[in-house]
């Protein structure tokens, strides 16, 4: 397209394709006061990071509870089913000579039996236990991350004897309220949370912005306008710095 803005040979609605145009444009925008918000959405992001390393410890901390519960819980119920297979004899046994009483006129088939009844709850006691022996070494090779179906087996063939005195009641509860992974996750989220708060209150104030933008354009088969009042959008150079509030510039979009 040839001419200015006052006249031109050419129509601007069937001009004749004759070359081509490049345009491009460039901003640098930096923010030079937000009311914090910038700074409180960093420091949420932190407190949120702080927040999931917290869950992961609590995770953890859970983990090892079970483990140890279930390390110990097989050692226990294998200490009790050795207890009961040994009072299991010693009935045997006793019921071993009652029958010898009772064939002599000694005892009486009521005492008889009340020794088997009470084998009869030895026996289910007995498998109550093996089962939780069972359960517990599955479940023990699970948490250890095991192959399903792998039971893993104790060191420890025994409870420990040599149990230490306790430490006072008081020790315990500081630890509690210093120590746990929980008060971590619940204080983090909670000040994550409150810098989101802020965030989402400040998002409505006016936001002021300094930057640099420039639009070129520069097309071979048209001639540039010096006109101050008329701008080509397919020939010109505009670059230069700008001060604007965000809040307003979205209103008036």
Not at 8 to 20: A, L, R
Not at 215 to 227: F, H, I, Q, S
């Amino acid at each position: 397209a040839r001419g200015d803005q006052l006249s031109s040979p050419d129509d601007q609605y069937s001009p004749d394709i004759t070359g081509g145009f490049v345009r491009g444009t460039v901003s640098i925008i930096q923010p030079i006061f937000t009311w914090g918000l910038v700074q409180n959405a960093r420091l949420a992001a932190n407190h949120g990071v702080l927040a999931a390393q917290a869950g992961i410890d609590v995770k953890n901390t859970e983990v090892a509870l079970r483990v140890k519960q279930a390390y110990w819980g097989v050692v226990a119920a294998k200490a009790i089913r050795a207890f009961l297979l040994d009072v299991r004899d010693q009935v045997d046994q006793a019921i071993a000579r009652t029958e010898r009483l009772v064939e002599g006129g000694y005892a009486t088939d009521i005492d008889l039996f009340r020794f088997r009844s009470k084998r009869g709850e030895l026996e289910r006691f007995i498998h109550l236990s093996e089962k939780t022996i069972d359960l517990a070494a599955q479940a023990l090779g699970t948490w250890t991350g095991q192959a399903t179906g792998v039971p893993v087996e104790p060191v420890d063939t025994v409870l420990p004897e040599d149990m230490k005195p306790l430490p006072p009641i008081d020790l315990y509860v500081q630890n509690a309220l210093a120590g746990p992974p929980q008060f971590s996750l619940l204080r983090e989220g909670i000040q994550a949370r409150r810098r989101l708060v802020d965030v989402e209150r400040k998002q409505g104030y006016p936001l002021f912005f300094v930057g640099i933008l420039g639009d070129l354009a520069y097309a071979n088969n048209r001639d540039r306008l010096e006109n101050p009042y008329v701008i080509d959008p397919l020939y010109h150079a505009v670059i230069g710095p700008v001060t604007y509030d965000l809040v307003s510039l979205l209103k008036d979009c």
